[in-house]
């Protein structure tokens, strides 16, 4: 069964590990989650929308229930 989770931070958190800081994913498209690797850029520009990420790009989401 899909399940839909939303993200609706679009930045990191930023962490202290000993003397590093380390970034970990909040938005849900890292390739190397648990950390962040910068792709969460492509959600900067999302404002009071919501948008489904895959392979091809982003699709603006309308409605979450299916229209019988
Ligand atoms: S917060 Fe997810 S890739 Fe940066």
Same mark, same amino acid.
């Given at each position: 069964?899909?399940?839909?989770?939303?993200?609706?931070?679009?930045?990191?958190?930023?962490?202290?590990?000993? *003397? %590093?800081?380390?970034?970990?994913?909040?938005? @849900?498209?890292?390739?190397?989650?648990?950390?962040?690797?910068?792709?969460h850029?492509?959600?900067?520009?999302?404002? *009071? %929308?919501?948008?489904?990420?895959?392979?091809? @790009?982003?699709?603006?989401?309308?409605?979450?229930?299916?229209?019988?």
């Open positions: 069964m899909a399940r839909l989770v939303l993200h609706e931070r679009n930045v990191p958190y930023a962490i202290k590990v000993g *003397d %590093q800081e380390v970034h970990i994913c909040a938005c @849900g498209l890292s390739g190397n989650k648990p950390y962040c690797d910068g792709t850029k492509k959600t900067l520009d999302e404002k *009071d %929308q919501t948008f489904i990420y895959d392979k091809e @790009g982003r699709t603006k989401l309308t409605s979450f229930y299916p229209k019988n």
